[in-house]
């Protein structure tokens, strides 16, 4: 049985890592940072913050920076989207924006 406390934790751990992986300019770095990410998530069977479920490609499982590893279109005013392309496998997925935040 995990104590509770040992959530908390890791969440804070995926925090710190997901933030510190977006900073990164060395891309293999900041993979690695979000490789370790997803490894602390799985073990304390805790769900990646919202935003950093966006960061892996759906495809390729890839960590991608939007902008440097890849390309995002936003789509028309209505939708409130955006597209995100994976420059790693070419995956191209949307991502909704201004949803309720308990996503
Ligand atoms: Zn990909």
Known sequence: MLK?????????????????????????????????????????????????????CKKCKAFIVPGRSARVRVGRAKTRAVRITCLRCGHTYRKVLGRNKDL
């Open 4 to 56: 509770p406390r040992a959530k908390e934790i890791a969440r804070e751990r995926i925090d710190i890592l997901v933030k510190s992986a977006l900073k990164e300019k060395d891309e293999a770095l900041a993979a690695q940072q979000a490789r370790q990410a997803k490894k602390i998530a799985m073990r304390f069977r805790v769900r990646l913050p919202y935003e950093a479920q966006q960061l892996y």
